[in-house]
């Protein structure tokens, strides 16, 4: 057998893709700094599968950060891992700024939505809001009386919760950590599959609220937990825009995967031709993101209109070769390829009018 290689010659080459270090899937908890000296030291961002996990670092049972955590790995499904960062002090007087944490953390970019805990200020809140506007990740908070401390409207990436008005003297921890039970239970669906109302949570009382309380929420785009039908459910699952949760979170991840399989396209090739056959391969790649997109329900499934016409979910649109300019083939960039998709929604409500007849 070894005298082969004369004749047939084979080496075959292993080429490793790239590795998609994002994730839309995991939470990270900003909190202050522990309360005793720990066996280790958690000078940057910590990854904990367990709210005692954190022990270690100097936190105890009744620390918030301690409590954030229980709140976390309380939910009916139940995180693999949860990231915590502890803000620095810069001087004996002043905290780093909420960004400059945050800036820190993303070093380990494997978490995606994000909490503070401890820190209500309006100043940490909208710098937190600001900061997961630049960086595509989802802030969401939590505040128990009054009108929402900060001015969401502009934002895409920040939600509110309120999740005050209770029948009870003391505020369980799940309601002071509602946003962060909202985020474990709908990051435990994948992106585009989930809605962001109607979902239960583990250890958060349901608010009593009355018509006017409910209507300013919804007219402001905060999100809230009461009971319907002996259920407690959130309810809107919106963020400060109007915008749904879920699209954002899909809009983000779709972005992120296209971006990741076209690169490993490329880079696997020895050169994509600035042909038809390249531009092809390159839509091949991006109707396969979206044919898994469609898959888990983020964009809708094709169907035939009323007059029986295929309309498709998504629709992938590419120039020819020869229809590119000579500047843009000279410049090796290829910018033409666009697609259009129909996002699959969700239902909240819905009406139902029937009629009895003898």
């Known amino acids: 057998m070894s005298n082969i290689n004369d004749v047939v010659d084979v080496e075959i080459a292993i080429e490793s893709p790239a590795t998609d270090s994002a994730s839309f899937s995991n939470l990270l908890l900003i909190v202050p700094q522990p309360s005793s000296v720990g066996t280790e030291d958690m000078s940057e961002i910590a990854v904990i599968h367990e709210a005692k996990d954190l022990t270690v670092f100097g936190y105890g049972s009744e620390d918030e950060a301690y409590k954030a955590a229980v709140v976390a790995f309380g939910q009916d499904v139940r995180p693999d891992k949860v990231y915590v960062i502890a803000r620095k002090k810069k001087t004996a007087e002043a905290d780093e700024t909420i960004s400059e944490c945050l800036d820190r953390a993303v070093a380990v970019n494997e978490w995606y939505g994000f909490s503070l805990v401890s820190y209500t200020s309006m100043l940490d809140l909208e710098g937190a809001a600001k900061w997961a506007e630049a960086n595509n990740k989802l802030f969401g908070f939590t505040y128990l009386t009054g009108n929402c401390p900060i001015e969401i409207s502009g934002y895409d990436n920040t939600f509110g919760f309120f999740a005050g008005d209770l029948n009870m003297d003391s505020i369980p921890d799940g309601n002071t950590y509602a946003a962060v039970a909202l985020m474990i239970k709908c990051f435990s669906y994948d992106p585009g599959s989930e809605t962001w109302s109607l979902k239960s949570l583990r250890g958060v009382k349901a608010s009593n609220l009355s018509a006017s309380k409910k209507e300013q929420l919804k007219d402001g785009n905060i999100n809230f937990y009461r009971t319907i039908a002996n259920k407690d459910v959130t309810q809107e699952g919106k963020v400060g825009s109007g915008e749904w949760i879920d699209v954002i979170r899909f809009r983000e991840w779709l972005l992120n995967k296209i971006q990741i399989e076209v690169f490993n396209f490329m880079v696997r090739q020895p050169k994509v031709a600035f042909n038809d056959g390249g531009i092809v391969g390159i839509q091949n790649v991006l109707e396969s993101v979206l044919s898994k997109a ?48 129909r996002l699959a929604g969700a239902i909240h409500e819905t009406k139902i009018r029937g009629t009895l007849v003898y």
Do not use: M, W
């Open 294 to 341: 469609q898959e888990t329900g983020g964009i809708d499934g094709d169907k035939y209109n009323e007059d029986e016409v295929l309309e498709k979910g998504y629709v992938v649109t590419v120039p020819r070769a020869a229809n590119v300019s000579k500047a843009d083939k000279q410049k090796r960039r290829f910018t033409g390829i666009t697609f259009e998709a």
